[in-house]
Every structure is written in C-alpha cells, then in structure tokens.
C-alpha cells in the first residue's frame, strides 16, 4: 500500500513549531537577528533535550514578529502539509507569541492567519482550524491573558483551547481559571500531558480541567486503569509517535504504546508536534507506523475517521470534510 495519496486529518500542530528552518533563516536575514547558533551544519534546527528543544523553540519564534510574518508562515505550513496529504488540520496558535496577549494585536494577527488559511483552502484544498494554546512554563497569571484572547475571538474558526510548553512547570490545577474562562466561552479543550509527566497528569487534565482530547497522553499506558477509563470516556489522544521517539520519551518507534493503546479500546489519532524540527511529516507518519505495526489501509482509515468525529469544528465543516475522504482515489 501507499500512505502517500491517503488522505490524512491532524489534531496536534504547534505553527511556529511547524516553521521550516529555512523560513525562520529568511526572517532573521530580513531583520538582521542573528540565531545562526539555533541551526546545525545542515541547516536543521539544532537541540540536545526537550527542555532545549523549547528554548531553541522560542529563539526561532523571536523572528516572527507582525500579522504579515504570521500570514507567510501559516501559508507555507499548509502548503507543506496539503503536500503531504493532509486534507483538515487544526493548529495551535499562541497569543504569547502574537502581539504579547493583547486582544487588540491578538485580533490582527488572528485574522491574517485566517487570511492565509482562506487562501490555502481555495488553492491547497487544505482546511484549517485554530486552537490557542497558553504555555505551562510561562505561568498561569500569562495564561489567563491567553484565555481571554481565546475568549474574545472564539467563533467557527476559532475552535479550542490548550496548554503546552514545559510539563513539568507548576500544577495543571494553576491553570483552572483560564481553562473554565475558555469553556464558558464555547471553546473546545485539550491539555498536553502524558509526554513528560506521569498517568496522573492525564487524569488531572480530563478531571480538574475537564479535556475531551489530551495532547499526547501515551505515558497513560503505565495505568492500564487509566487506560481503560479512557477507552470507555472516549476520550482522544492526539499522539505523535515521531516527535515521541527524537524527544526521546521512547528509544524508538517498536516501544511506542500508540498499538497498545489502540488495541485496548483508545481512541487514538496521528499528528507531527513539529514537523521541521523532528524531521517529519504525516506523510512520514503514516510510513513509519505502516513499517512498524503493519497498518494497513483500513487502519488509517479508523485513524483517520477517529480524528474527523473529534475535530473542534463545526458540523458543516466536518460533513465537508467527510465527503472529501469518501471521494478520495
Ligand atoms: N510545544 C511545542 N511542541 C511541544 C511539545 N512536544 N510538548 C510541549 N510543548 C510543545
Ligand atoms: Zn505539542
């Protein structure tokens, strides 16, 4: 089989994670900021940990810094995507990074986003969705400015809203008020846990926070109690086995639980985190699990169906989206 012209739905992408190393380059070059030090002598983003990875992160995202970056940035990503396979994806976006939490600036940096993923939409055939995300190691007092940006602009285009950043920095109960501000405004939610923090993260998120996806969530599978409640919650993982094995949570893609996981009643979904900097792509994602489990294509297709039914969208959205993949070679 060929993963290749399948058609693929992903529910887990950091756009300024998903930057291409030498977009991030053009924009240093354009504003005279030197981050040569970020890249390896291939040109790829260069870190040694997760921790790392985060600061490395940040230092690239420091290029990224009107409406008209983002706009170029979320129309090359949906581009590398579209070519890739990928046919709905949703994206998270960081008031942090845009405009530093101010609505006002918030506001214009949401909308050329949305003017670059109209364009993708006609030209790519790609649709796209946004989820902001408030970052755990900035603090919950940051966060709560993130929420009421997500708040203020939450509509058919703006769908969810979801932690990540350093898991191990304070409590997920810190972050309460800025989750309950996002639901009463009608956004959906999701919570990175269960990638460097234990099973009781991932419970805390579904209970004290009240997630109906978690970002990761595979260190679940050291509670098969946990496991099973998830299975019986419906409760969605968006795992991303790449991202996974370079961070180096597992020693490679054979010890990854995403099988087990499935094979126990979870309802489990495919993404990249950040496709440049772990040398990805869903495209690659699809190979990778088709070489090392043996998915076949009515596997992808549960997988992807899976990710459809828990997409943050609209119904009309995800009907569109439906015939799109009934309509595929
Ligand atoms: N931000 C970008 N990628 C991330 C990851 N894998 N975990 C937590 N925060 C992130
Ligand atoms: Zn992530």
């Known amino acids: 089989m060929s993963v290749t012209t399948l058609p693929k739905v992903e529910l887990h992408l950091h756009i300024e994670g998903a930057a291409p190393?030498?977009?991030?380059?053009?924009?240093?070059a354009e504003k005279k900021i030197d981050i040569s030090g970020i890249f390896n002598e291939r040109g790829e983003y260069k870190y040694t940990d997760f921790w790392h990875f985060?600061?490395?992160?940040e230092a690239a995202t420091s290029t990224l810094q009107s409406p008209e970056d983002f706009?170029?940035?979320t129309r090359a990503v949906l581009a590398e995507s579209a070519a890739s396979g990928v046919v709905y994806t949703e994206a998270f976006l960081s008031p942090d990074f845009c405009g530093g939490r101010d609505v006002g600036a918030w506001?214009?940096?949401?909308?050329?986003?949305?003017e670059a993923a109209d364009e993708a939409e006609r030209q790519d055939g790609i649709t796209m969705r946004g989820i902001v995300t408030c970052i755990r190691h900035f603090g919950p007092e940051k966060a709560k400015e993130t929420a009421i940006c997500a708040a203020e602009t939450a509509g058919d285009w703006l769908t969810g809203f979801g932690i990540g950043g350093d898991e191990r920095a304070g409590e997920l109960s810190d972050f309460?008020?800025?989750?309950?501000?996002?639901?009463e405004a009608g956004l959906r939610l999701t919570a990175h846990a269960g990638e460097w923090t234990g099973p009781e993260s991932v419970r805390e998120a579904v209970d004290v926070l009240h997630c109906e996806r978690i970002g990761h969530g595979v260190r679940a599978i050291e509670d098969l109690a946990l496991v099973d409640r998830l299975a019986e919650d419906g409760?969605?993982?968006?795992?991303?086995?790449?991202s996974n094995v370079v961070l180096g949570v597992y020693p490679d893609w054979r010890s990854h639980p995403i099988e087990k996981l499935?094979?126990?009643?979870?309802?489990?979904t495919v993404s990249t985190d950040d496709p440049p900097f772990f040398h990805t792509s869903m495209e690659r994602e699809f190979q990778m699990l088709h070489d090392t489990f043996d998915w076949d294509e009515g596997v992808f297709d549960e997988i992807t169906r899976t990710s459809l039914d828990a997409a943050f969208c609209d119904g009309e959205t995800r009907s569109r989206i439906e015939k799109r993949l009934e309509r595929r070679p």
């Open 21 to 28: 190393p030498s977009f991030i380059r053009g924009l240093a």
């Open 54 to 57: 985060l600061e490395i992160y």
């Open 71 to 73: 706009r170029r940035l």
């Open 107 to 114: 506001r214009e940096y949401l909308a050329a986003m949305i």
């Open 176 to 183: 309460s008020w800025a989750f309950d501000c996002a639901r």
């Open 235 to 242: 409760i969605v993982l968006e795992v991303c086995p790449g």
């Open 262 to 268: 499935r094979a126990r009643g979870v309802k489990v």
